[in-house]
């Protein structure tokens, strides 16, 4: 292993050894090898490694259990959701997984909404779709329709849906700008979104659930294109 250079070592090593993970070379459930190995290896100090080691620990790919060692952990059966923007990060291929739970739980929950938005949230939600129309660039009519799936979230009234949200959304943040495409026009990027936040303020289940299914796969395959 050639020797590491020593800007920023930590981010470096944990940045190599993530990679190493991810792409097999210490399959899941094995032990790394010894640390002052794995540190003269690498050209660090065994603190610098313990460091990286401790990202990673937190990150979830690795687990250590004293006086035995280091242990890549079994991400894959046992890691949550929270990792997937690191996956993403390393295999852009995570993405149509993504999209796919996208679809199933962006419609649940617009007709879940439709059924469960308060008046003030039905106000809410146009306000929030206006502020698609005026927004001014690419970056800023994303995040306006980022705002209205995250309020649209919150008005099922179930906070799991929140949270699900936010983590799809998350999810991607890594390679948002490749997925800027559906929204470079803001008034396209209104005229599919508003028939969701229609048929949600007139309480019509059904019709959010089929308008959400429409703009989910419209937006979807414009960021894959613009992926490709």
Known sequence: MEALPRETIVDVLESRLRED????????????PPERQLADGYGVTRTTLKHAFGRLVQAGLLETRHGVGTRV???????????????????????GEIFEVRRGVGALIAERAAGSATA???????????????AESGDAVQLADIDVHRALARATGNRVYVLLTNTLFNAYVPVRAALVGPFTDPQAAYGRLAPVVEAVAAGDESDARRAAEAYLTATERIMLEGLA
Do not use: N
């Not at 993970?21 to 790394?32: E, K, N, T, V």
């Not at 952990?73 to 993405?95: C, E, K, Q, T």
């Not at 809410?124 to 005026?134: D, K, P």
């Open 21 to 32: 993970i991810l792409d097999g070379r210490h399959p899941a459930g094995s032990y790394l």
């Open 73 to 95: 952990r079994d991400y894959a059966r046992l890691g949550g959701a929270d990792l997937l923007p690191m996956l993403v990060r390393h295999s852009p291929d995570w993405i």
């Open 120 to 134: 003030k949230q039905r106000a809410e939600l146009r306000e929030l779709l206006e502020a698609v129309r005026t």
